[in-house]
């Protein structure tokens, strides 16, 4: 079965680290361009943060950026998302994608450029 899987999560104060992880299983998805988004309660599901199918390219979305750092493990099949100087704001669930019909494609911003998504993982930034 192919899935990616999402770990990492929980609760922090404000101005703390987490370290999100999706790992990828039934088939590999190095070098296809990945995400995080995030949503939070009563919000429209937004992007966080891409990296390229070379992993040559990042992008982040403005309130996250100089905070959060995407990053991709090829022998791990894993993509990593670093999260620090957390917010309360930055509270919501993550979830990552892959975009498997771009083979070495440029970053993608928008999520129906996707077609594998992961569960989603809590994260909680209290005050």
């Known amino acids: 079965q192919v899935q990616l899987v999402e770990s990492g999560g929980g609760l922090v104060q404000a101005g703390g680290s987490l370290r999100l992880s999706c790992a990828a299983s039934?088939?590999?998805?190095?070098?296809?361009?990945m995400g995080w988004f995030r949503q939070a309660p009563g919000k429209e599901r937004e992007f966080v943060a891409g990296?390229?199918?070379?992993?040559?390219?990042?992008y982040y979305t403005d309130s996250v950026k100089g905070r959060f750092t995407i990053s991709r493990d090829i022998a791990k099949n894993t993509v990593y998302l670093q999260m620090n100087s957390l917010k309360p704001e930055d509270t919501a669930v993550y979830y990552c994608?892959?975009?498997?019909?771009?083979?070495?494609?440029?970053?993608?911003?928008?999520?129906?450029?996707?077609?594998?998504w992961g569960q989603g993982s809590q994260v909680t930034v209290s005050s």
């Open positions: 994608a892959a975009a498997t019909r771009n083979y070495m494609g440029s970053l993608k911003t928008q999520g129906h450029e996707y077609d594998y």
């Open positions: 039934g088939r590999t998805f190095n070098f296809y361009p």
């Open positions: 990296i390229s199918g070379s992993g040559g390219m990042t």
